[in-house]
């Protein structure tokens, strides 16, 4: 099992320094009506439900920033995700804390 103290975190501020790298996708786990109000653009969206499911069709080459509002759900689908052997990074914080660009 794993532990919180596992998953790696960054603010959101570490995060819109990373996600131009090549190896690094950003998953946002919100619901659809929270994804319209906006979503980091080149995030992927993957409902909080809809993890386990999709992680079959997600690269582990790759290292994953995941976010949600406040930054629960996204250390959920962390832990989930790194327990099948994924590279995880979560985002302190969530959206509530992003002060960069977001899509509509």
């Known amino acids: 099992m794993v532990d919180v103290a596992d998953i790696k975190e960054i603010t959101p501020t570490e995060v819109e320094e990373l996600m131009n790298k090549d190896n690094i996708v950003v998953i946002d786990v919100r619901e659809d009506e929270e994804v319209a109000q906006g979503i980091i653009e080149k995030a992927?969206?993957?409902?909080?439900?809809?993890?386990?499911?999709?992680?079959?069709?997600?690269?582990?080459?790759?290292?994953?920033?995941?976010?949600?509002?406040?930054?629960?759900?996204?250390?959920?689908?962390?832990?989930?995700?790194?327990?099948?052997?994924?590279?995880?990074?979560?985002?302190?914080?969530?959206?509530?804390?992003?002060?960069?660009?977001?899509?509509?």
């Open 44 to 104: 992927k969206h993957i409902p909080l439900g809809d993890i386990p499911e999709a992680a079959s069709e997600l690269d582990k080459n790759k290292d994953y920033i995941l976010v949600c509002r406040s930054g629960a759900r996204s250390m959920n689908a962390s832990k989930y995700l790194n327990e099948q052997g994924f590279k995880v990074i979560n985002m302190k914080g969530g959206m509530m804390n992003w002060e960069g660009e977001v899509i509509v």
